[in-house]
T-cell receptor
Framework: ETGVTQSPTHLIKTRGQQVTLRCSSQ?????VSWYQQALGQGPQFIFQ???????GRGNFPPRFSGLQFPNYSSELNVNALELDDSALYLC??????????????FGPGTRLTVL | DQQVKQNSPSLSVQEGRISILNCDYT??????FLWYKKYPAEGPTFLIS?????DKNEDGRFTVFLNKSAKHLSLHIVPSQPGDSAVYFC???????????FGQGTRLTINP
């Protein structure tokens, strides 16, 4: 069974650019959540995707957007990058949305540096 | 608004002794709590959880205690081992919500 994978591992961008991060969910999982972890902080929820639609969003501006594909993989897109967007971006997959608590399995993350 | 707080950024414990990591929360709607462990260059890994209807949950060397009146939970690791050295995150969620709310993390170092 393959776990959650993310690409790329590291990325360096400059202010104003756009970036796309990718996530492949664990086999059998249909829900993907994205988190931003700034240095010295805990992960913060960006949004969740279920059945290719956004299913909840945290306190992030619209320039953070996402997609989920029929195979449940997902992308996180960030437009007009700012210096404060420098962080570790974590993807987590879980078996289903709603109901009781569904354990979220995290990928290793993508380290984004904005210069 | 930090709804989940881990006030100790770091903790150093001797191998074989007990490690106690603490977490406080402010939102009384949280009804499920989790601890995650994170090694460098890896994503957080689920460790143990507790429902708000319980006050204790045990899994091997790991025990989580929940004090709802104080809005406080703690993770006990006994005995501590060198492989336990990692960053530990406390997280909370409430029924029907989509997001985990994390604390800032505590870096645990187990000294031989």
């Amino acid at each position: 069974e393959t776990g959650v994978t993310q690409s790329p591992t590291h990325l360096i961008k400059t202010r104003g650019q756009q970036v796309t991060l990718r996530c492949s969910s664990q086999s059998g999982h249909n829900t993907v959540s994205w988190y931003q972890q700034a240095l010295g902080q805990g992960p913060q929820f960006i949004f969740q995707y279920y059945r290719e639609e956004e299913n909840g969003r945290g306190n992030f501006p619209p320039r953070f957007s996402g997609l989920q594909f029929p195979n449940y993989s997902s992308e996180l897109n960030v437009n007009a990058l700012e210096l404060d967007d420098s962080a570790l971006y974590l993807c987590a997959s879980s078996p289903l949305a709603g109901g009781l608590y569904n354990e979220q399995f995290f990928g290793p993350g993508t380290r984004l540096t904005v210069l | 608004d930090q709804q989940v707080k881990q006030n100790s950024p770091s903790l150093s414990v001797q191998e074989g002794r007990i490690s106690i990591l603490n977490c406080d929360y402010t939102n009384s709607m949280f009804d499920y709590f989790l601890w995650y462990k994170k090694y460098p260059a890896e994503g957080p890994t689920f460790l143990i959880s507790i429902s708000s209807i319980k006050d204790k949950n045990e899994d091997g060397r790991f025990t989580v205690f929940l004090n709802k009146s104080a809005k406080h939970l703690s993770l006990h690791i006994v005995p501590s081992q060198p492989g336990d050295s990692a960053v530990y995150f406390c997280a909370a969620i409430f029924r029907g919500a989509q997001k985990l709310v994390f604390g800032q993390g505590t870096r645990l170092t187990i000294n031989p």
